[in-house]
């Protein structure tokens, strides 16, 4: 394709201003670490921060109800996109309110400026990954908010436990980009093409008995899977999740149990779905495999855990089981709508990210409880929950609505997410779809077990000492803020919030290609 | 055999790829570990260049000028880690890294 370079069409900024506010608000950030007296950081670049996302949430209207594509298919503004950009800002505005006074305070006061800038850079790159229209977009918005978060996890590097957690998770989280990559490279082997679209517009178009179309197809699919599953924390490649999580510093486990884990769920919704929708028979029993084995593991392992931290990090992969079960079920025909109608959303992908947002909201919550008895001189561990109700009874209260709601219990929000996933799964209506409602419901019982286990822990036992008193008000309105949204949002506005998620059904037609190219 | 094809292309990165896979999983020193990283990615380069040459297009060559500053910023990162830890204990044997387990 040869193109005269003059007649080359400029991008259309105006369709990523969401995600231009955050590039501008790492910049800010950095300019202002690097400049600014050391005293003002915690103020002013907390502020700057929450304007700054709060800012990109607002921008997210400007991309709605479009459909379009710039910088040659690169970048896409779709339903997909503003849904998971909004489930990764809202993770991000919560991360900043429970890791400011942590960060600046506790473990040795690190430098918050340099905390902020890098947790910019790995939202960004989800929100890349989020608005991908391509492979290499994918590959480098993944990597882009990997290598952030590696060092996030690893912020707290004083304390061994916090630099070992990071290099697990750094050596096999490059390990698994590596082999993401090689599955890229096969699928553009196979296809021709690194645009996801092209790609599956040569999969409807291929013939069936392609010798070598088919088995490298295949290499490309098995090695794409792999990788993803290291990312989003599928069994069995989820060995790094525990250390990792127990290592790093409260709120970034809270950050790095959500928003790499959302981008993870984005590059597969996009590559599996969106790419290789046509071959979806190939992934769909794969699929299904790894969120049965994911939930059972990450269930039946919490059980034995005394550590609340490490529970809740085996607890996330029991969820991650729960969000691929939506995947398991995608079974709207054909990947690809070349008439360009939009057809209804497929009822598995937009309970997977009804879910994600509601993870969003509850997981952070839980840890931004304990990051908050952490602030009080309380430990990680079981005894140290004990006896809670008595001594602040409104932790003790968030913290049981975090815990029920992860449980799924009415009316929190994690109920209604799971009622989706386990309807979606039930109208899939195909053996394997019945089976995992099935085992949802069986492992959610399960889970009772270790969830109530720290409520039971916190009404009925006695305190051990009297807690200490440190004002934490930022803390303290993300707590509100996020117990207020588990208990509401699932009886109020989600089905605004079901309809936006639906929305992402949009992806799979053709844009309109604003920058040209093609 | 005569020709160079595309085929002795992905055979050879292939066979790469598998010698860095079976370096992560076999070797115990973080640095050759990491090492083994990087070869993988190399043979991933090699892949999406010898694709980009037999199709006549120009996305695996981007692609791999994207995987190679990925590679690096990688290093720098990697590197950065494994010193901090080796300030912390004098070891960088993998089966020696265990203050965290259950």
């Known amino acids: ?64 109800g479009r459909n379009e594509a710039t910088f040659f298919g690169l970048f896409r503004a779709d339903g997909l996109t503003v849904f998971l950009s909004l489930v990764i800002l809202v993770a991000a505005l919560l991360t900043v ?61 004083r304390r061994l436990g916090a630099v070992e957690g990071a290099l697990k998770y750094f050596l096999l989280g490059i390990f698994a980009s590596a082999i993401l990559v090689y599955g890229m490279a096969w699928i ?21 008995g392609d010798e070598f179309l088919e088995p490298s197809l295949l290499l490309a699919l098995l090695l794409t899977i792999v990788g993803l599953g290291f990312k989003m924390a599928a069994v069995p490649f989820h060995f790094w999740t525990p250390d990792a999580y127990d290592g790093a510093a409260t709120p970034v486990t809270a950050f790095m149990s959500v928003v790499p884990k959302a981008a993870a769920f984005a590059a597969t919704i996009r590559l599996l779905v969106q790419a290789l929708g046509p071959m979806r028979d190939d992934w769909l029993n794969l699929i299904a495999v790894l969120a049965f084995v994911t939930m059972a593991f990450g269930n039946v392992v919490a059980v034995a855990q005394r550590n609340v931290k490490r529970m809740l990090a085996y607890s996330s992969i029991a969820h991650t089981g729960y969000m691929m079960v939506g995947l398991a079920v995608y079974r709207q025909q054909g990947g690809f709508d070349v008439g360009g109608g939009a057809t209804g959303g497929d009822q598995g992908v937009t309970s997977l990210l009804y879910y994600i947002l509601a993870y969003t909201v509850m997981n952070i919550g ?39 709601s992860l449980m799924g219990i009415p009316p929190t929000i994690g109920f209604r ?31 009772a077990f270790y969830y109530l286990r720290v409520v039971a822990v916190m009404y009925f036992d006695e305190p051990a000492r009297t807690p200490r008193t440190e004002s934490t008000p930022l803390l303290n309105v993300g707590i509100g803020a996020m117990a207020v949204a588990t208990l509401l949002l699932g009886v109020f506005f989600s089905g605004q919030l079901i309809d936006l998620a639906d929305r992402w059904s949009r992806a799979l037609t053709v844009v309109a290609q604003a920058g040209g190219g093609g | 055999m005569g020709e160079l094809g595309v085929n002795h292309f992905l055979f050879l990165s292939a066979a790469l790829f598998i010698i860095g896979m079976m370096g992560v ?58 010193m901090a830890l080796s300030r912390r204990q004098s070891t960088i044997d993998a089966d020696e890294i265990r203050s965290l387990r259950d």
């Open chain 2, 25 to 82: 999983l076999v070797r115990r020193n973080l640095i050759i570990i990491f090492m083994c990283v990087e070869l993988m990615m190399n043979a991933v380069n090699l892949t999406l260049v010898a694709f980009a040459w037999e199709s006549n297009t120009m996305n695996g060559q981007s692609f791999a000028l994207f995987t190679i500053a990925v590679a690096a910023a990688e290093a720098a990162v990697g590197l950065a880690i494994i």
């Open chain 1, 366 to 404: 839980a840890f931004a409880v304990v990051a908050w008895l952490q602030h009080r001189g309380r430990g990680l561990t079981l005894d140290d929950f004990a006896g809670l109700a008595s001594t602040q009874p409104l932790a003790a209260a968030a913290m049981t609505v975090f815990l029920l």
């Open chain 1, 417 to 447: 997410a799971k009622y989706e996933v386990i309807l979606a799964a039930i109208n899939a209506d195909t053996a394997a779809g019945l089976a995992l409602a099935i085992s949802i419901v069986v492992l959610s019982a399960v889970s």
């Open chain 1, 97 to 157: 309110m429970v890791s400011a006074s942590y960060v600046d305070r506790l473990e040795g006061r690190m430098p918050i400026g340099e905390f902020y800038v890098l947790l910019a850079f790995s939202v960004l790159g989800a929100l890349m990954v989020a608005a991908a229209g391509d492979l290499v977009m994918i590959f480098v918005g993944i990597e882009l908010s990997s290598l952030a978060t590696y060092i996030l996890t690893a912020f707290a590097k």
């Open chain 1, 1 to 64: 394709m040869l193109v005269e370079l003059s007649n080359l069409p400029g991008p259309d900024w105006g369709l990523m201003l969401p995600q231009l506010a955050v590039f501008g608000l790492a910049l800010v950030l950095l300019f202002g670490d690097a400049f600014m007296a050391r005293a003002q950081h915690f103020r002013v670049l907390t502020g700057v921060s929450l304007v700054g996302y709060g800012l990109a949430t607002a921008l997210l209207w400007t991309q709605d």
């Open chain 1, 188 to 208: 553009y082997g196979a296809t021709g093409t690194t645009d996801l679209d092209g790609i599956a517009r040569a999969l409807q178009t291929a013939t069936a």
